[in-house]
């Protein structure tokens, strides 16, 4: 069995911070890439940020300059520092993470349960 447990988040003003954190645990062989994810009431899940198992990172326009992913591979950890948050940053954020839990296996995508992040204005 493979997990992803979030922490972090909350409720933080406008123009405050906050840092979201990830582990992933179990039958694990190897992580490719790590991400997190958002959804808002109402709107699709969407990427905010990932970083594949190289260092190699991507940001959603939106949050560019703003947010900052990192991950430490040997503890099988994926952060999302949140800076200059907006109202409109307001929703679940999920961590995804493509996992390989057999040396022959295909990797598949797990997900955590979700932590919420509202920011007021």
């Known amino acids: 069995q493979v997990q992803l447990v979030e922490s972090g988040g909350g409720l933080v003003q406008a123009g405050g911070s906050l840092g979201l954190s990830c582990a992933a645990s179990?039958?694990?062989?190897?992580?490719?890439?790590m991400a997190w994810y958002r959804q808002a009431p109402g709107k699709q899940r969407e990427l905010v940020a990932l970083v594949t198992s190289g260092g190699r990172t991507n940001y959603a326009d939106t949050v560019k300059g703003r947010f900052t992913i990192s991950r430490d591979s040997a503890k099988n950890t994926v952060n999302l520092q949140m800076n200059s948050l907006k109202p409109e940053d307001t929703a679940v954020y999920y961590c995804g993470a493509s996992i390989q839990v057999l040396a022959r296996s295909t990797f598949r995508a797990y997900w955590g349960q979700g932590t919420q992040v509202t920011v007021s204005s």
């Open positions: 179990g039958n694990i062989f190897s992580i490719s890439d």
